[in-house]
């Protein structure tokens, strides 16, 4: 099972931007699809964005299309996202996760097709 840990969270105001990266370690990470998840107070773990194992693949949620942008470091092990033009409602713990099948052709926006997740990176937009 791969590890991941992430990081770069933050307190930022509206407006500003982050980069969130997730580092992983253990099973070969290059040839699986990851996505960011992110979780608010009372609310479902709802999907952010993915990304494919080649990183020539992109799926965005409705809500972050057109500020945040997912990619990855195959060398690194890595994977990020930058947040652009940060509302308040982005606020969360922020968490990447693999997904469950290898090499798989397509992206897909649910949680249940994920594993190994990181413990969470905190994102507050206040002013």
């Known amino acids: 099972q791969v590890q991941l840990v992430e990081s770069g969270g933050g307190l930022v105001q509206p407006g500003g931007s982050l980069r969130l990266s997730c580092a992983a370690s253990?099973?070969?990470?290059?040839?699986?699809?990851v996505g960011w998840f992110r979780q608010a107070p009372g609310n479902e773990r709802e999907f952010v964005a993915a990304i494919n194992w080649p990183g020539m693949g992109t799926r965005y949620a409705d809500s972050v299309r057109g500020r945040f942008t997912i990619s990855r470091d195959n060398a690194k092990d890595t994977v990020y996202l930058q947040m652009n033009s940060l509302k308040p409602e982005d606020t969360a713990v922020y968490y990447c996760a693999a997904d469950r099948s290898p090499l798989r052709p397509n992206l897909v926006p649910v949680r249940y097709e994920y594993d190994s997740w990181g413990q969470g990176t905190q994102v507050t937009v206040s002013s």
């Open positions: 253990g099973r070969t990470f290059r040839t699986y699809n």
